[in-house]
């Protein structure tokens, strides 16, 4: 364990906050601490009828680019975490899922981000849209769970949350 001697928070808006800590590692060095701080969020696997993955493809200004990914969002302060993959899922793909199963959860950046990620599997899809203002832009893409690591692998799905989501899904259904 690390102590924290201090903590100045240097930055707070309205996606993140930024703070540097001052710490003793346990060899007595002093050290800081760059941590930014994120609420948690929820990232989802939804299955259509058929047995497709709906991807959403959209902007990622930080890398400047289009990423396909699994849909995903931000828990609200307050909110229930099965009713944030609700409320997600009508935003981004709109859709209300039948059916929640827990798949896993993973901190995203335990390095420097304290962002902890509820993974679930959706099922029993209906439409039911939710219009939210950064959600306009995205293109939903239909995918055999089948071609799932080829796109991985061939890096048109590069997402990291994304990857470790759909490889965990993947993993349990080989294991049945």
């Not at 609420?39 to 058929?50: G, K, N, Q, T």
């Not at 709906?54 to 930080?62: D, E, T």
């Not at 975490?81 to 899922?89: A, F």
Request: net charge negative; hydrophobic share 35%.
């Amino acid at each position: 364990m690390e102590q924290q001697l201090s903590s100045d928070r240097v930055y707070s808006g309205p996606g993140f906050s930024l703070r540097v800590d001052r710490v003793r590692k346990r060899s007595g060095l002093i050290t800081t601490r760059d941590v930014v701080e994120h609420s948690d969020c929820v990232a989802m696997v939804p299955i259509d009828e058929e047995g497709q993955v709906l991807l959403v493809r959209q902007f990622r200004y930080p890398v400047g680019c289009e990423l396909l990914e699994i849909p995903a969002g931000c828990i609200e302060p307050g909110e229930d975490v099965i009713d944030c993959v609700q409320r997600e899922l009508q935003e981004e793909i709109g859709y209300i899922a039948g059916k929640v199963e827990k798949l896993c959860g993973f901190y995203s950046v335990p390095g420097y981000g304290t962002e902890y990620l509820y993974v679930y599997v959706t099922k029993d899809l209906k439409p039911n849209r939710l219009i939210a203002e950064d959600t306009d832009e995205i293109d939903i893409v239909r995918v055999p769970l089948g071609e799932i690591p080829e796109l991985i692998f061939s890096g048109k799905l590069c997402d990291a949350k994304s990857i470790a989501a759909l490889l965990a899904y993947i993993a349990r259904e080989k294991r049945g």
